[in-house]
T-cell receptor
């Protein structure tokens, strides 16, 4: 069965510094991986997705993630944090054997200090 | 614009009541999902459906049931609401392996 673990429940960075949100997954077969963001009192928005094409995936708002099969990781990064990046981020895994259902991580809350 | 409509934004019910949460999508997608979101636990899958009259249990189906009589509508039912079912409920749908489209959620409080 597939699962996903977000290694940090809360990450705090200063504006203009890099962001790293860590995610490890477990999946029997080639997974599809996603990052979603949820701003306070807003719906969930897709940041980016990996579906077995290029291992480095670029998303919206300057975010990117790298799929590393050997490490079973899909960490989310951004070179320079902006105040508007403060939100909760979810790493998500889906595989064909799971019937297309998506399994969410527990979430990482990102705080950005001025 | 894509629309995923959940019937209520906020709902307050009493223990033991039967609760219906409705979800309607306008994209003719086959796959629909019900999640609950709780602080520190992320989103947990309750039930999902691939087609009309078809349903599959997710990770936490206990205390819930679903109904999919029409392709566009996926209902979540709490047969006898309990306080531990107080949560934010999110409906979503997708086509194949594409992204999920989420509704705005229903915050259910069971007193």
């Amino acid at each position: 069965a597939q699962s996903v673990t977000q290694l940090d429940s809360h990450v705090s960075v200063s504006e203009g510094t890099p962001v790293l949100l860590r995610c490890n997954y477990s999946s029997s077969y080639s997974p599809s991986l996603f990052w979603y963001v949820q701003h306070p009192n807003k719906g969930l928005q897709l940041l980016l997705k990996y579906t077995s094409a290029a291992t480095l995936v670029k998303g919206i708002n300057g975010f990117e993630a790298e799929f590393k099969k050997s490490e079973t990781s899909f960490h989310l990064t951004k070179p320079s944090a902006h105040m508007s990046d403060a939100a909760e981020y979810f790493c998500v895994v889906s595989d064909a054997l799971g019937g297309g259902k998506l399994i969410f991580g527990q979430g990482t809350e990102l705080s950005v200090k001025p | 614009d894509v629309k995923v409509t959940q019937s209520s934004r906020y709902l307050v019910k009493r223990t033991g009541e039967k609760v219906f949460l409705e979800c309607v999508q306008d994209m003719d997608h086959e796959n629909m999902f019900w999640y609950r979101q709780d602080p520190g636990l992320g989103l947990r899958l309750i039930y999902f459906s691939y087609d009309v009259k078809m349903k599959e249990k997710g990770d936490i189906p206990e205390g819930y049931s679903v109904s999919r009589e029409k392709k566009e509508r996926f209902s979540l039912i709490l047969e006898s609401a309990s306080t531990n079912q107080t949560s934010m409920y999110l409906c979503a749908h997708r086509e194949g392996n594409e992204k999920l489209f989420f509704g705005s959620g229903t915050q259910l409080s069971v007193l």
